[in-house]
């Protein structure tokens, strides 16, 4: 899977990581993949509903010890 855009939300507590992400959403092109890492254990909730919501695809979504690892396509 190629990349476009990272995305480090390690150490901030939610809202942030989820407002980081959608302005790195707002920013990517159609079709661009932004990787997120986060430690906020809500972002396993938050990132596949702001994704469901908002029609952004989740490729993928891992926990690697205290590091979560989301993959998200932007879609029009």
Known sequence: MSV???L???GLVC???VMLLHRAVREAEVGEVIEML????STARD????CHFLGHE?????????TYR???RKTA
């Open 47 to 50: 990132v596949p509903k702001f």
């Open 4 to 6: 476009n855009r990272h």
């Open 58 to 66: 989740l490729l993928e979504q891992s926990e690697e010890g205290d």
């Open 15 to 17: 809202p942030e990581p």
């Open 38 to 41: 986060a430690t906020d254990p």
């Open 8 to 10: 480090d939300a390690t």
């Open 70 to 72: 989301y993959h998200i």
